[in-house]
């Protein structure tokens, strides 16, 4: 049984969130409370593992409540206001929902819970990543590394593999790896640096050192060293590129 503790100034917020409460029986409601001052007090008392918190409250707001805390739980933050989002991901918040907060969008927060780590911070790190850049084409990414979000400059990237349901990201001094797919990576990517090489790999454009005929393919030599096929069905697109 997962302890839970609403912190929220709008009754109707809390209300809302017991509604949605009621498909996750695993969850058990003990406290509400509607400021920052009562909510320290009672997460300090009965050591929830889950917290629902406002940000925008009387006496502490969402963020000074956490500094004031014995043990930090499992926080999910409910809020009208998406400015808060990079912040609330020093704190390594679980989720950060934005009001009004719809029951899809909640059971997916409630589903990151039950999975690991790297699955929790996969819809955070995509979405700060958005907040990062607001133009179609990111160059900067958002990757959790040890726990923490570190800042990758797109520039820095080799290239990138697919590694099941995640994408490794080699760089020229470490290889990360990320939450998000390896097709969601791809179109956050401009196509003018980037371009997809086989249907698991992308590689950086100016990272390619060679380019050679492997059987009826190619083959690239990248600036790290790295050998990457090119896949046959790829192989238009480099030609493409070829002066």
């Excluded at 400021?35 to 963020?63: E, R, T």
């Excluded at 371009?195 to 992308?202: L, M, N, P, Q």
Aim: proline fraction near 2%.
């Amino acid at each position: 049984m997962k302890k839970v503790i609403i912190v929220d100034d709008e009754s109707s917020a809390r209300s809302l969130i017991k509604e949605y409460l009621e498909d996750h029986p695993d969850c058990i409601v003990m406290q509400e409370c509607n400021n920052g001052v009562d909510a320290v007090k009672s997460i300090n008392m009965f050591k929830p593992d889950l917290v629902f918190l406002d940000i925008q409250m009387p006496g502490f707001n969402g963020f000074e409540v956490i500094e004031k805390l014995d043990k930090i739980p499992q926080i999910i933050f409910t809020t009208a206001y998406d400015e808060y989002a990079l912040q609330a991901f020093d704190v390594h918040a679980v989720d950060y929902l934005l009001k009004p907060i719809k029951q899809e969008r909640f059971d997916e927060a409630m589903v990151c819970l039950a999975k690991n780590s790297l699955t929790q911070s996969s819809r955070l790190e995509e979405y700060v990543s958005q907040m990062v850049n607001n133009d179609n084409y990111l160059d900067k990414l958002l990757i959790w590394k040890k726990g923490k979000l570190i800042k990758l400059a797109t520039e820095e990237i080799v290239w990138i593999k697919a590694d099941g349901n995640y994408a490794k990201i080699i760089t020229t001094t470490q290889t990360l790896l990320s939450s998000m797919s390896l097709k969601n990576i791809e179109l956050k990517l401009h196509p003018h640096h980037f371009i997809k090489v086989h249907r698991s790999a992308i590689v950086n454009i100016d990272a390619i050192k060679e380019l050679y005929r492997h059987q009826s393919s190619f083959q690239m030599i990248l600036s790290n060293g790295d050998v990457v096929k090119v896949s046959r069905s790829y192989t238009d697109d480099i030609k493409k590129r070829i002066i």
